[in-house]
């Protein structure tokens, strides 16, 4: 199992602005498929977007243009950039190795999840 580790959330108003980091530690996150998800308490863990093998990214519909997923190669690092930023994406979030099927955005069979990141967005 490949664990990623995600850091960068932390707490801000209704309308702000946040970066998500993802760190390959071990592993070369060039060339795979790395996802972003998120899990409010009570709902189910879902994903947000999705950065693929080819460079193509994927968003689910909520995002709505308000989120960029990119990467550092040099560094191995993935990034979430996440504006305009509202109450409802308040969850903790998890990057992993990801598939993308159909638009929908999975963790692969050998991604494991991390202990995620804490992002509150007050109204």
């Known amino acids: 199992q490949v664990l990623l580790v995600e850091s960068g959330g932390g707490s801000v108003q209704s309308g702000g602005s946040l970066t998500l980091s993802c760190v390959g530690s071990?592993?070369?996150?060039?060339?795979?498929?790395t996802g972003w998800f998120r899990q409010a308490p009570g709902n189910q863990r879902e994903g947000v977007a999705a950065l693929d093998s080819d460079g193509s990214t994927t968003y689910a519909d909520f995002v709505q243009g308000r989120f960029v997923v990119s990467q550092d190669r040099a560094k191995n690092m993935v990034y979430l950039q996440m504006n305009n930023l509202k109450p409802e994406d308040t969850a903790t979030y998890y990057c992993a190795l990801c598939a993308v099927i159909g638009g929908r955005i999975a963790r692969a069979d050998f991604g494991d999840w991390g202990q995620g990141t804490q992002v509150t967005v007050s109204s």
């Open positions: 071990g592993y070369n996150l060039d060339g795979a498929c």
